[in-house]
């Protein structure tokens, strides 16, 4: 399997600008999260789904934050619009229904000017 | 929920062992205990699992006390490649457990 894969790795966007990131989980794993990492707070669980549902979106930031997982292989994160605090890494994880050991994407390096 | 603390920072050198422990005083019955690396500009991975006693596989291991309120991480004659983020986990089943600041080591020459 060639892991849990993310899109673009990098990106560089003007204030205001809609961001779209993109998450393949593994094959066959039944859970997936968005995770934000930054200096200052450290890596933060943004929202997971289970069976393509959202079950937690607590640690979405505001409403300019939203996440769909339309079908198993496929999940976005999308900020609109976009501000210079939302640069930070995001990571998307996966991993097995009932296992505790999740698998993370290379991450996304976001630059919001 | 269990809760997490363990050092913010450690430093060793090379060839030495490093031991790095996590204290998780409210560790329910099914939880497990999951530790992570993390090396700069990557995801963190797993490396290690442990419900009680000790664990040990090629990379590392983990040592959990009769009362599991406590682990301890010990990773063997470390090298410069292993100065990265380490991150302890409890939890078990569906509850989704915080990954926290880690503890960032740093091993040198």
């Known amino acids: 399997d060639a892991g849990v894969i993310q899109s673009p790795r990098h990106e560089v966007t003007e204030m205001g600008q809609e961001v779209t990131l993109r998450c393949k989980p593994i094959?066959?794993?039944?859970?997936l999260f968005w995770y934000r990492q930054t200096m200052m707070r450290g890596l933060e669980l943004l929202i997971y789904?289970?069976?393509?549902?959202?079950?937690?979106d607590s640690g979405m930031p505001e409403d300019r934050f939203s996440a769909k997982m339309p079908n198993a292989s496929f999940s976005t994160l999308k900020i609109q619009p976009s501000e210079p605090r939302d640069s930070a890494v995001y990571f998307c994880?996966?991993?097995?229904?009932?296992?505790?050991?999740?698998?993370f994407g290379p991450g996304t390096r976001l630059l919001v000017l | 929920l269990a809760k997490t603390t363990q050092p913010i920072s450690m430093d060793s050198y090379e060839g030495q062992e490093v031991n790095i422990t996590c204290s998780h005083n409210?560790?329910?019955?099914?939880?497990?205990i999951t530790w992570y690396q993390q090396f700069p500009s990557q995801g963190p991975r797993f490396i290690i699992q442990?419900?009680?006693t000790k664990v040990t596989n090629e990379v590392a291991s983990l040592f959990i006390p009769a009362d599991r309120k406590s682990s301890t991480l010990s990773l063997p004659r470390v090298s410069l490649s292993d100065t990265a983020v380490y991150y302890c986990?409890?939890?078990?089943?569906?509850?989704?457990?915080?990954f926290g600041r880690g503890t960032s080591l740093i091993v040198h020459p």
């Open positions: 789904f289970n069976n393509n549902v959202p079950i937690d």
């Open positions: 994880a996966s991993r097995q229904d009932s296992r505790e050991t999740q698998y």
């Open positions: 986990l409890v939890g078990g089943g569906s509850y989704i457990p915080t």
């Open positions: 409210n560790i329910a019955t099914n939880d497990y």
């Open positions: 094959s066959g794993h039944d859970y």
């Open positions: 442990g419900y009680k």
